[in-house]
């Protein structure tokens, strides 16, 4: 079993939509929860980082994290045809040597006209 | 500010052979780390530089090695180059020492071809 399951997709939605993304994980001392948006053949950008659990909004975008269930969220308002793209969840916990991030396999979202 | 730079964006080479790909670190941040991404997946974790030394090392043989400069520039080197070894290798900085957390900002990736 892996660390971390993403839904591949591909989730395909009209525009204006609301999307919603999970991720779940197996290991309880993750600490630091974070999404990153990857258009193709690009790095991933981040656009969400939160610590623990609790609820982070930025703009159209809102992450939510639910320590106790293993769960992580992403949510999209007013979904875009720019926001079409790899979005990928990662996770790490601070030690002292270091923040390796363990990353879920991505979900592809197509938002359409 | 520059973001995270890394070079050669491609790069084409035979089974056997040696690579050597660079980074440049966000201004400001001490730590690099290097992930392979295969098509399709989540990128995977290779290991971490801080202070010229790696500091952890995720599942890959010894053929990959790295190198941390003084400035936190760094090189992701590997040797007798395999067809699996197809893949985008991505370069993360942060900043840990300075209380920066767990955040990590990713370059564009170097997209290496193992023909």
């Known amino acids: 079993q892996k660390e971390v399951e993403q839904d591949p997709g591909p989730l395909s939605v009209p525009e204006g939509a609301i999307v919603s993304l999970n991720c779940t994980y197996s290991n309880s001392a993750f600490q630091y929860f974070m999404w990153y948006r990857q258009y193709s053949r690009k790095g991933p950008e981040l656009l969400m980082y939160t610590y623990s659990s609790g609820n982070k909004e930025d703009g159209r975008f809102t992450a939510q994290v639910d320590k106790s269930s293993k769960y992580i969220s992403l949510f999209i308002r007013d979904s875009q045809p720019s926001d079409s793209a790899t979005y990928l969840c990662a996770m790490t916990k601070l030690t002292g040597g270091g923040n390796k991030l363990t990353f879920g396999t991505g979900t592809q979202l197509k938002v359409e006209l | ?115």
């Open chain 2, 1 to 115: 500010d520059a973001g995270v730079t890394q070079s050669p964006t491609h790069l084409i080479k035979t089974r056997g052979q040696q690579v050597t790909l660079r980074c440049s670190p966000k201004s400001g941040h001490d730590t690099v780390s290097w992930y392979q991404q295969a098509l399709g997946q989540g990128p995977q974790f290779i290991f971490q530089y801080y202070e010229e030394e790696e500091r952890q090392r995720g599942n890959f043989p010894d053929r990959f090695s790295g190198h941390q400069f003084p400035n936190y520039s760094s090189e992701l080197n590997v040797n007798a180059l395999l067809l699996g070894d197809s893949a985008l290798y991505l370069c993360a900085s942060s900043s840990l020492v300075s209380g920066g957390g767990a955040e990590a900002f990713f370059g564009q990736g170097t997209r290496l071809t193992v023909v």
